[in-house]
């Protein structure tokens, strides 16, 4: 039903448009389009100004999160999995593209990293860390996953809660 109103609609759009350049006059039309054109433009402008690169990274960070059909992931996850994900990139832990140039071993994580990635505080107990773990490798790990590649964020969760364990609670 939605389908058949919304095709309702769009005729009916395309109709008036259609209407009014029959009635209007050429410069009529070609000064309405380079008026509108004008506007889009200063409104775009204007977003970009103020959104900035997170304005296109975020778009197609949620586009790419659903092409690899990770089950599971609320939005706030994303947003927290995209941030951590730039944090990575931005010190060498990680490329997008899987390019081992760019990317150093992960072993060094340090252990307020490490509380970042699981998302606790410091000072729970065992059980916490390892309940926040098993909750992202639920959502994350491969297996639970097979079309996509989350095998490396799933290596880096694992050596999160495992320096997690061993500097807090060995």
């Not at 975020?58 to 939005?75: E, R, Y």
């Not at 490798?137 to 694992?158: G, M, R, V």
Request: a positive charge.
């Amino acid at each position: 039903m939605n389908i058949f109103i919304t095709g309702i609609i769009i005729f009916v759009v395309v109709y008036l448009i259609l209407n009014w350049f029959a009635k209007t006059s050429g410069r009529k039309v070609t000064r309405g389009a380079r008026h509108l054109i004008l506007i889009i433009s200063l409104i775009l402008a204007v977003i970009m100004l103020i959104g900035g690169r997170l304005l296109i990274s975020l778009p197609l960070f949620f586009l790419a999160m659903s092409a690899l059909k990770i089950k599971g992931l609320t939005a706030f996850q994303i947003w927290n999995l995209w941030r951590f994900l730039n944090y990575l990139r931005s010190t060498g832990r990680f490329s997008y593209f899987g390019q081992t140039n760019q990317t150093r071993p992960s072993s060094n994580l340090s252990l307020d990293e490490a509380y970042k990635i699981l998302g606790i505080k410091k000072g729970c107990s065992k059980n916490e860390v390892i309940k926040a773990c098993n909750n992202l490798q639920k959502k994350l790990h491969p297996d639970a996953n097979p079309n996509s590649n989350t095998e490396h964020l799933s290596k880096i969760i694992n050596e999160a809660k495992e320096s997690v364990l061993k500097s807090d609670f060995s």
